[in-house]
């Protein structure tokens, strides 16, 4: 197995065949698989299979099943579209945002295989290159430490509200009722047990609050991290007291 990662080994060499067969083509045909099946529909030889080549001959372009993955996942980096370069900070995340909610309804399996670390590809890196731009050199952010707790942030709401998204239509296509159907099944023990009194809040919940659709959900939510991220990053918003005295200095170690 080579040492260099899958983006800087070159293709092997074509050779004449019936089957032209390269990595672009590899990771198109994989992906089509997943978006029909899931992650658990992606293999070396179902892969090989979908493009009539034996699966011996991927194996010159592709190592393993991670570098597969990786190659898909930085694939779909690729279709999301970067907001241009000083586009004003928050419709530039909110554009990220979104762009990222549209390519894992496009792609579902693409959320699996995001968070823990960063993705290596060309087109994932750009995207971490764009999304740390939006912020980067303005007043509000002096610190590379400022930019990346933001982006962080607005990324991890992004890849939790996905993932909660994603998994709700799994589990409709899974059980074939859809929402309204698992809520009428359901509904009558919850009156039972809102009507005991002890969950006030769920009442006014499942009563009261305005059940708007994912979108909608989506766009509040990020409203919500966007206006935090404003309000800890406007100067005129904090109080004296918030900024942090010097720290005191370390005692000298003990002597042995």
């Known amino acids: 197995m080579s040492n260099e990662l899958v983006w800087d080994r070159p293709e092997p060499p074509s050779k004449p065949s019936p089957t032209p067969l390269s990595r672009d083509l590899i990771v198109e045909a994989a992906i ?5 099946g899931g992650l658990d529909e992606v293999s070396l030889r179902k ?3 979908a493009l009539n080549a034996g699966p011996m001959r991927l194996y010159g372009y592709i190592e393993t099943k991670d570098e597969l993955l990786d190659l898909m996942v930085d694939e779909v980096y690729g279709e999301i579209a970067l907001p241009e370069p000083g586009t004003e900070w928050r419709t530039a995340l909110t554009r990220i945002a979104h762009g990222m909610r549209a390519a894992a309804k496009r792609h579902p399996w693409f959320i699996d295989l995001l968070g823990g670390r960063p993705h290596r ?3 994932s890196l750009a995207h971490i290159e764009a999304s740390l731009a939006t912020l980067d050199d303005r007043p509000e952010f002096p610190t590379i430490d400022d930019v990346l707790g933001a982006v962080g942030t607005v990324m991890a709401f992004v890849h939790g509200a996905v993932r909660n998204e994603i998994t709700e239509a799994r589990d409709e296509q899974a059980s074939g009722m859809t929402e309204e159907q698992w809520q ?5 023990y ?4 809102l009507a005991t009194g002890r969950f006030p809040r769920l009442a006014r919940v499942m ?3 305005e059940h708007t659709n994912a979108a909608s959900w989506f766009d509040t939510g990020l409203s919500y991290v966007l206006d935090g991220i404003a309000t800890r990053h406007n100067p005129a918003s904090k109080p004296a007291s918030s900024v ?7 005692p000298a170690p003990a002597g042995p």
Do not use: I, K, W
């Open 32 to 36: 089509r698989l997943a978006d029909e």
């Open 47 to 49: 892969v090989a299979a």
């Open 121 to 123: 590809g060309p087109n």
């Open 184 to 188: 009428a099944a359901s509904g009558p």
């Open 190 to 193: 919850m009156q039972r047990m």
């Open 207 to 209: 009563y009261d609050a």
């Open 244 to 250: 942090s005295a010097p720290s005191a200095p370390s």
